[in-house]
């Protein structure tokens, strides 16, 4: 251990190098946290779920209770520290009809909404109606659907759900 000692006391370049390779290892690291810290406020993120609305009735006279699937919803939730304005939210299918292109699914007469500014933390959701969804599935039962959702600066959020005959058979139960 002394013949290390007294080495590295006749050679002070040895040292030197040593302590400069530490104090730039040092500053890598204390300028990698700063540009971290400097694009926090400016993080974008957007959490995608989905689930059936189902609707509870109990007669008045029997006190039987009734449940029917109404329908399915598409939330998007903000989960990044900045606004997001959503152009589209709801479903995508991407079927061998469709070359292999995911297209969005957005109704004829109404507007399924989710659309507008979600500010951090909030939710924002898209309904789609059980017979405009069965309808549409059964023409394309083997597509594969996603939630979907984009943005006005063109970042596209997409997350696997299933095929469309599963999705029909849920929403038939």
Not at 52 to 67: A, E, G
Not at 74 to 87: P, Y
Not at 133 to 142: G, M, T
Not at 144 to 151: E, F, L, N
Request: hydrophobic fraction near 45%; charged fraction near 15%.
């Amino acid at each position: 251990m002394s013949e290390i000692i007294n080495w590295c006391n006749n050679n002070d370049g040895f040292v030197m190098a040593i302590l400069a390779i530490l104090s730039l290892i040092l500053s890598a690291v204390a300028i990698i946290v700063s540009i971290k810290t400097a694009r926090m406020p400016y993080k974008k993120g957007l959490k995608l779920g989905s689930s059936y609305n189902i609707l509870f009735s109990q007669h008045p006279i029997t006190s039987k209770v009734n449940s029917q699937t109404v329908g399915m919803s598409i939330t998007a939730v903000n989960i990044g520290s900045r606004d997001i304005n959503i152009s589209f939210l709801g479903l995508a299918v991407k079927d061998k009809m469709f070359f292999g292109k995911k297209q969005k699914m957005v109704g004829i007469n109404e507007d399924i909404g989710g659309k507008g500014i979600i500010h951090p933390t909030e939710l924002n959701e898209a309904n789609y109606n059980t017979s405009d969804l069965i309808l549409a599935f059964a023409k394309i039962p083997n597509a594969k659907v996603y939630m979907y959702a984009t943005d006005t600066e063109g970042k596209s959020y997409c997350h696997f759900i299933g095929k469309a005959k599963s999705i029909i058979r849920n929403l038939s139960v």
